[in-house]
């Protein structure tokens, strides 16, 4: 599964990959930190999903330029590495993106 989360307080987006079955908790453990579920996809594989995480982290990183915005103290649940500002990332861009992605995934060949 992939997931975005959005801290309001730090003005950081969060893209994260997690099992189906660690999902609640994963995402419990975000919202214990402040960060609000924007959207989560469910996929075929670990594989897929860390594909389409990378795919996203190399968009902000590289495409828009964006750092990572969360240091690792400031992230005690981890996933520090994973984030990005606000002023760089838009969030529906961000949900647009993903979807292309697994709908691309969902369309493939098996």
Do not use: F
């Amino acid at each position: 599964m992939v997931y975005l989360v959005v801290n309001a307080d730090y003005q950081t987006v969060k893209v994260g990959v997690t099992t189906t079955l660690a999902r609640k908790n994963r995402i419990a453990t975000h919202h214990r930190e402040s960060w609000q579920l924007v959207q989560t996809w469910d996929v075929s594989t670990g594989g897929d999903a860390y594909d389409i995480e990378q795919t996203i982290l190399r968009w902000w990183r590289d495409g828009l330029g964006a750092p990572p915005a969360m240091q690792k103290a400031d992230m005690p649940q981890g996933g520090w590495t994973e984030t990005a500002s606000l002023l760089w990332v838009d969030v529906d861009d961000t949900v647009a993106r993903i979807q292309a992605e697994v709908d691309r995934l969902r369309s493939e060949p098996l």
